[in-house]
């Protein structure tokens, strides 16, 4: 775990290491996925009287849901996601299929499933700007905190590296097109917050990953 700012914290936990993140907003605190064991980190994190109104889903791959249903029971947060869950989208589908089963991921609730089109989320008072970028999971999206030069990017960009676009749905193509033309023409100075490993900026990955 580590502290970004004043304004965003960083949970790493579950199976695969994935990042789940507390943002502060204009009104009340904001969570962009939920791995394993996030629920009770917030309990730690949530200053006292704070309220958790939203959830933002960059993509409902298990590693980044399994802590959903426990977040949602805790704090009866609003759950935003390009598309409804699905257990297809999950991969536990495709675990029972080819894998033996072994995922175990709770049924949620989505709240607000806003599909491709994408645009603008009010969530926490404050501005949300969303880019859907198909590739690795077919409703992956990139939220931008308007005002902010954050990205929360889920694994659509790595450090080095995109998302694996082995998966039902995946297209190297797609993935490499969608941030191409969503995220690169940003402001470089952006931070790219990733659903795995450490942050880095588009500036970063423009000039060094070998992706793009």
Known sequence: MRAM????????????????????????YVAIDAPLGFAAWVA???????????????????????????????????????????????????????????????????????GSACGTLNCGGSEWKVYHIPGHSPDGVTYELAGSEQLFCGDILFAGAVGRTDFPGGSMAALIRGIREKLLPLPHTYEVNSGHGPSTTLGEETLNNPYL
């Open 5 to 28: 700012s004043a304004d965003i914290q960083v949970y790493t936990g579950g199976p695969c290491a994935c990042n789940g993140y507390l943002v502060r907003c204009n009104e009340g």
């Open 44 to 114: 730690k994190k949530l200053p006292e009287g704070a309220q958790l109104t939203d959830l933002l889903i960059t993509h409902q791959h298990f590693d980044h849901v399994q802590g959903v249903a426990g977040l949602v029971a805790a704090y009866n947060c609003r759950v935003h996601a390009c598309m409804p869950y699905s257990r297809e989208l999950t991969l536990e589908d495709l675990a029972a299929r080819s894998w033996g089963g072994g995922l175990d991921v709770e049924p949620f609730r989505v709240d607000n499933a806003f």
